[in-house]
C-alpha cells in the first residue's frame, strides 16, 4: 500500500532536465568557454613550461627555503623541511610534475580568492545576499568532489582547465565564509567611530573592516590552498597533469611504490604551503 503511494507520483525529470540545462549552457557561452579554455590553457602551459621549468630547481628550492625562513620568524625548521623536501622529489624524477601541480593549485587558489572575497564582502553588507548565497556554499561544500567533474568536462572537454575550473568549484567557499566572517566580527565601535569621522563607504572597508579582518580572511585563503591542493588527484581523472596522474595512473597498474612517491610529494607540497600560509597570517 505504502509503496503503491510513492509510486503514485512518476518519476522527475532531474536528469533529463540537467541534461537540457548543461546542453543549453554549452551552446550559449560557447563563445565564452572557447576562449576561455583557449587562453587559460596557453597560459598555464606558458607558466609551466616557459616560467617554473625555466627556473633551475636548485634556484626554485633555495627561493621557497628564503620565503619559508622569512615568514616563519626566521626559524630554520621550516626552511630545512623545504630544500629537504623538494630535492627528495627532485630525486625521484617527479619535477616536472610538481610544477604542474603547482601552477593548478596556484591558478585555482589565486581564482578563487579573486571570486570568493568581494562575494563574502557582499554577503557581509547585504542580509539578502547573505540569506541567496549561504545555501548555495553549503551545497558547493557537500557535494562530493567527483560529482565537480561533470560540470567541468562538459564545459571545457578535457585537460588542465577543466581540473582548474573543478578545484575553483570545490576550493572557493571558505574564502567566502571566513571574508563574511571576518567582516561581521569587526568591532562596532570602530566602524561607528569611521562613521563618525565621516568615512565613506569605500574607505570604511579598504581602511578598517579588511585590515581587522585580515586574519579570519588569511585563515580562509589558507582553506581555500588546501583544497584546491586536495583536488589534484581528482582532477587528473579528466586529464590534469602533475603528481595526481601519476597517483592515478599508479593505482590503474597497482605499482604501491610510484604512488608512494607521487602521493608524498603531494604532502611535502601541502606541508610547505600549509606552513607558509599559516606563517603568513601570524602577527610578528
Known amino acids: 500500500m505504502l509503496n503503491s503511494l510513492l509510486d503514485f507520483i512518476p518519476k522527475l525529470p532531474i536528469a533529463e532536465g540537467t541534461e537540457w540545462v548543461t546542453d543549453k549552457t554549452k551552446e550559449t557561452f560557447a563563445f565564452l568557454f572557447e576562449p576561455i579554455k583557449k587562453y587559460l590553457n596557453e597560459f ?83 542580509k539578502i545576499a547573505n540569506t541567496i548565497i549561504t545555501p548555495i556554499l553549503d551545497f558547493m561544500q557537500t557535494m562530493p568532489a567527483f560529482v565537480y567533474l561533470i560540470p567541468a568536462v562538459a564545459f571545457f572537454s578535457i585537460g588542465m582547465v577543466p581540473g582548474v575550473f573543478a578545484s575553483l568549484i570545490f576550493a572557493t ?36 573592516e579588511l585590515p581587522m579582518a585580515k586574519s579570519t580572511i ?47 610529494g603531494i604532502v611535502i607540497l601541502a606541508i610547505i604551503i600549509d606552513r607558509i600560509t599559516q606563517n603568513m597570517n601570524k602577527k610578528k
Open 44 to 126: 598555464m602551459g606558458f607558466f609551466t613550461d616557459d616560467v617554473l621549468l625555466a627556473i633551475p630547481p636548485v634556484i626554485f628550492i633555495l627561493a621557497v627555503a628564503v620565503l619559508a625562513f622569512f615568514v616563519s620568524g626566521k626559524k630554520f625548521g621550516l626552511a630545512a623541511f623545504s630544500i629537504v623536501g623538494l630535492w627528495l622529489i627532485y630525486n625521484q624524477g617527479h619535477w616536472e610534475n610538481l610544477m604542474n601541480t603547482v601552477t593548478l593549485v596556484l591558478l585555482a587558489s589565486i581564482l578563487s580568492v579573486i571570486i570568493g572575497v568581494p562575494i563574502g564582502i557582499l554577503m557581509s553588507k547585504s
Open 173 to 208: 567557499p571558505p574564502t567566502v565564509r571566513f571574508t563574511n566572517l571576518g567582516i561581521r566580527q569587526v568591532s562596532s565601535e570602530l566602524v561607528e567611530a569611521a562613521d563618525a569621522f565621516g568615512s565613506t563607504g569605500a574607505q570604511k572597508l579598504f581602511k578598517v
Open 218 to 264: 588569511m585563515a580562509g585563503i589558507n582553506q581555500t590552498v588546501m583544497l584546491a591542493l586536495s583536488m589534484v588527484v581528482i582532477a587528473s581523472m579528466i586529464g590534469a597533469k602533475g603528481l595526481g596522474r601519476e597517483v592515478l595512473s599508479s593505482l590503474q597498474r597497482a605499482e604501491v611504490g610510484t604512488g608512494f612517491v607521487a602521493g608524498l
